[in-house]
């Protein structure tokens, strides 16, 4: 593959992932207010430096940080800034209609 052909695929991915990819799983699940950044919505953001993302977890050493990440939000809460870990821990169980508990 060459490099232009892989830049393409990568950014292909990054497009679907970013864009077309958050509202189907939270449509097809039926969860409400999640899967599109709106006001009101529980939404989770991710920036990252695509030239420096690497995951250096193995099945030897699982809990490895990725580099390359720069900030992340979990319901609108950051969790990461500047590449460091805040202490935030905003996440939240997602039940779809199905879940009887």
Request: hydrophobic share 40%; aromatic share 6%.
């Amino acid at each position: 593959m060459t490099t232009d052909a892989r830049c393409l695929l990568l950014l292909s991915t990054l497009l679907v992932a970013a864009c077309g990819g958050a509202p189907q799983p939270a449509e097809t699940l039926r969860v409400e207010r999640r899967g599109r950044l709106v006001e009101g919505y529980f939404a989770d953001v991710v920036a990252f430096d695509p030239e420096r993302i690497q995951d250096h977890a193995t099945f030897t050493e699982p809990h490895q940080y990725a580099t390359g990440m720069v900030h992340v939000l979990v319901n609108g809460v950051p969790v990461l800034a500047d590449g460091e870990h805040t202490g935030a821990t905003p996440g939240r169980v997602v039940r779809g209609p199905g879940w009887t508990g």
